[in-house]
């Protein structure tokens, strides 16, 4: 069996091992195994790192849009208010399970681990 590149894995929302599986048992929840193969996925943890991804790629997105419209069109601020929050939390929405898939199935491909200090590093004998 190969795995899947962890890219496809993430966007789909599958195993980082093999790509049949569904990750996530809610929205954001991630299963504790693999429906397909029987990978445990309590071992890794993407922790805030889709959060801080999602929050860079919208706001990269929002505002050059909120500021094109308000030096277009001077819309009063309300209609700012009205137009731009529900379009970023649109977007929050749709991008966070990817992301957090896809950096899941990163940290599975190359065995990411949290750091320890108390181990002896192997490569210094």
Do not use: N
């Not at 504790?32 to 996925?41: M, N, V």
């Amino acid at each position: 069996m190969t795995e899947p590149s962890p890219f496809l894995a993430g966007l789909r929302g599958r195993c980082p091992r093999c790509g049949e599986g569904r990750l996530f048992s809610g929205y954001l929840k991630i299963a504790d195994t693999c429906e397909a193969c029987g990978l445990d996925f309590r071992g890794e943890d993407a922790g805030d790192g889709p959060a801080v991804f999602i929050m860079f790629a919208v706001g990269f997105i929002v505002v050059p849009l909120a500021l094109v419209a308000e030096v277009a069109f001077s819309p009063p601020l309300w209609l700012h208010m009205v137009l731009w929050i529900p379009v970023s939390l649109a977007l929050i929405l749709i991008m966070l399970p990817p992301f957090k898939a896809t950096l899941y199935a990163l940290q599975y491909k190359h065995a990411a681990h949290e750091g320890r200090l108390d181990e002896p590093d192997d490569d210094q004998g």
